[in-house]
């Protein structure tokens, strides 16, 4: 079998630049089918910049970018909008648009790449907002109406609109209180074993990338320090690693007991 066939994300020699600041410098990345690649590090290590790389909204300054196989760079406009149908994106702040109901968010991507009418559309989306746990209610609602958590399963609904094969996360369980930061674990989870995709997350929260992640890729120095397991990383000796994960910034958000227990663990190696 040819291990490349899968690799769903393949980053080698990247780059990027802002002026005279780097930010990454020779990065290489791998993110596997079927796999939950939590991608962490310290504040400007790029983690933000990367995912936009990733999803074509900024092009590196150097290296290639490849996609379910194929070489971004090549891709012309119409390639590129079919290979953007197959991911989907939920922004740290949610991105909805505020003028719009919760049913009119998720069902813009319905509307923006597929010929459906809008009954359809109002229907599916209806229905993927009720997967995500929302309540009835909540269909009809802007998002200026919603909690942080309620904001956070929205988003999620809008990224699956289309089934896509890629999700990407960024601060999923950022801004929650302890219960909403458990219901959102709960939530990605369970995504994730119904539709078998991969999921690509940028987090800083312990407890999460310890109950969900199977491999966590640390960015420091302008590239992937380090990539393991949760218990592979625990034993690193890297000073970057180990400074991350001491700094308090970083510690679990949720207040269940899986979040004490990755605390423990993490501290205990």
Known sequence: MNADADLVIEMRGVGTRFGRNVVHADLDLDVRRG???????????????LLREMILLQRP????????????ATLDVAQTK??????GVMFQRGGLFSALSVRDNVG?????????DAATIAAIADWKILQTGLPADAIGKRPDALSGGMLK???????????PELLLLD??????????????????????????MTIVMITHDLGLLWRLAHRVAIL??????????????????????????????????GGAAARNDAETAWTTG
């Open 35 to 49: 796999e939950i690649l939590a991608i962490a590090g310290g504040s400007g290590s790029g983690k933000s910049v």
């Open 61 to 72: 300054t150097a290296g290639t970018v490849r996609l379910f196989g194929r070489d971004t």
């Open 82 to 87: 079919a290979l953007r149908r197959r991911w």
């Open 108 to 116: 813009l991507p319905l509307r923006e790449h597929s010929t459906l």
């Open 153 to 163: 399963r929205a988003a999620l609904a809008r990224a699956l609109a289309l089934d």
């Open 171 to 196: 601060e999923p369980t950022s801004g929650l209180d302890p219960a909403s930061a458990a219901g959102v674990d709960e939530l990605i989870l369970r995504t994730h074993e119904l539709y078998g």
């Open 220 to 253: 420091g120095e302008g590239r992937v320090i380090a990539t393991g397991t949760m218990a592979e990383l625990s034993q690193a000796s890297h000073p970057i690693v180990r400074a991350y994960f001491d700094d308090p910034s970083t510690r679990p958000q």
